[in-house]
């Protein structure tokens, strides 16, 4: 599973659809900054700095 994203890259692009790859490599970004965010807002929380920004 942790070869997951490679193995989709080369079969997408082995496919001729690198749009396609870098779409799922987008969304994939998207979702981890996401994860990130909500792990900093709740260290935020814990810490008790709940300033607006």
Do not use: P, S
Not at 9 to 31: D, F, S
């Amino acid at each position: 599973m942790r070869h997951l994203d490679k193995v989709l890259a080369v079969a997408l692009e082995g496919a001729g659809c690198n749009e396609a790859m870098t779409n799922e490599y987008l969304k994939r970004i998207k979702k981890d900054l996401a994860d990130i965010l909500r792990t900093l807002d709740a260290i935020r929380a814990v810490e008790g700095d709940q300033t607006k920004e």
